[in-house]
């Protein structure tokens, strides 16, 4: 090994030491530190140099790692440390060109060789140390998703939560040990799962079966308005799908939604992708306790959500890509977002009443940009026959700063 990289990240399985290279094996005999979680530690039995057990946080290890810079390191990890591992977080400490990682086969490349499944079919989520309802999202028909467990409990609750959502004719495997002298490997329907006694480090494979009354998120922006929690401050379908498209959501970038009524606007940006991040901004104490419970329903419990009044509870948020203005508009709201906004930033806001199109009606002439009316109507009995009922039309305003 190079002086220069004196940080060995070295992957290691449920196969423990034996299976290391010798060069893996060579770098922790030599390694003046070792660090690793307890299961880690004890695969690789007494070694000459000061071991390190993971602390909580992880982030707290590192200072004493960083303060190893020049004496051999070695830090241990599950399959491959930069996929859901502790590598992230060490090349954020430790440059690139000081560290030599030896990566071990990772959870998802080991269930989907065991299941003979290509992984590039398959949507692959981490549970651990992240929220579980991330995962509702990813439950589209006839998807295989391969899962990092966040314990033992994981897999009953994910078998209860398909049953939830009328999937429970999917089967879930559950595969523990992997790799090593006690591996297993047991399946069943979510219907019917009732294992027991399932190791904490487990990972979970699922072939998603969706019955015919199954709650699916839709790829496209416009869910259906009851599965909102709301009191009727919410953007409707028809006009939330237009919002959305207009919105242009891309990925990694961060919205603001101010006067979030039920979080529908929010909530629909971060399901566009991951990596999507959003802010809630609503006044109505019992309106963000409604958003947080809609984000966690709908699959985005990451959501920030701040209660309070624009623009005074705009102050100090991270910055915004874009931002929406839905919730009643005011000519100082519509001048501190725009402030707000990066050059090259997106705004998009709506309007009702004839008094809020009017404030749009002058940014539009202030600032540029696009409007555009929004009519929509639905077919409604009148009778024995139907007829369309417009709804009140929303004008939208579009612009993008220079």
Same mark, same amino acid.
């Given at each position: ?42 695969? @690789? ?8 057990? *993971? ?41 690139? %060109? ?18 003979? *499944? ?31 467990? *966040? ?17 429970? %004719? ?5 595969? $523990? ?7 297993? @490997? ?66 990694? %970038? ?75 508009? $005011? ?27 009017a404030l749009l009606i002058d940014a539009f002439g202030r600032?540029?940009? %696009? ?25 939208? *305003? ?5």
């Amino acid at each position: 090994m190079s002086a220069a990289r004196w940080l060995s990240l070295i992957g290691i399985g449920e196969d423990g030491v034996d299976a290391l290279s010798p060069a893996a094996r060579t770098l922790i005999a030599n390694a003046s530190l070792i660090v690793g979680g307890a299961r880690h530690l004890a695969l @690789i039995g007494p070694q000459k140099g000061e071991t390190l057990r *993971w602390p909580s946080p992880l982030s707290a290890a590192m200072e004493t790692i960083v303060a190893h810079r020049g004496a051999p390191t070695a830090i241990l990890a599950s399959g491959d440390p930069f996929f859901f591992g502790v590598g992230d977080m060490i090349a954020r400490n430790v440059a690139a %060109e000081e560290i030599l990682c030896l990566p071990a086969p990772s959870a998802f490349a080991l269930a989907a060789a065991r299941l003979c *499944w290509s992984q590039q079919d398959c949507a692959l989520l981490s549970l651990h140390g992240r929220a579980f309802e991330r995962v509702t999202p990813h439950l589209q028909p006839s998807r295989k998703l391969l899962i990092l467990s *966040w314990d033992e409990t994981t897999p009953a609750r994910l078998a209860a939560h398909l049953m939830t959502l009328g999937m429970g %004719e999917s089967r879930i495997h559950v595969l $523990e040990h992997m790799g090593g002298a006690k591996e297993r @490997i047991r399946s069943a329907p979510a219907q019917d799962f009732s294992f027991r006694d399932i190791a904490p480090l487990n990972t979970i494979a699922v072939e998603v079966v969706a019955g015919p009354n199954a709650r699916i998120l839709p790829l496209t922006p416009g869910l259906p308005d009851d599965w909102f929690e709301h009191d009727g401050q919410i953007t409707k379908r028809d006009i939330r799908a237009v919002t959305l498209a207009a919105l242009a959501p891309r990925r990694g %970038e961060c919205l603001w939604d101010i006067g979030a009524g039920s979080g529908s606007i929010a909530i629909e940006w971060m399901l566009a992708d991951p990596a999507n991040r959003a802010i809630a901004i609503e006044r109505n104490a019992t309106r963000a306790a409604r958003i947080a419970r809609n984000a966690v329903s709908l699959g985005v419990p990451d959501l920030a959500i701040v209660e309070g009044a624009a623009p005074g509870a705009l102050a100090g948020l991270a910055t915004p890509d874009v931002v929406f203005i839905g919730g009643g508009g $005011e000519a100082k709201i519509i001048e501190a977002a725009w402030n707000a906004l990066p050059m090259r930033g997106r705004i998009v806001a709506n309007a009702v009443t004839i008094e809020t199109q009017a404030l749009l009606i002058d940014a539009f002439g202030r600032m540029g940009g %696009e409007l555009v009316s929004i009519a929509i109507s639905k077919a409604r009995p009148i009778g024995s026959y139907h007829a369309l009922e417009p709804a009140l039309p929303a004008l939208q *305003w579009r612009a993008v700063k220079a």
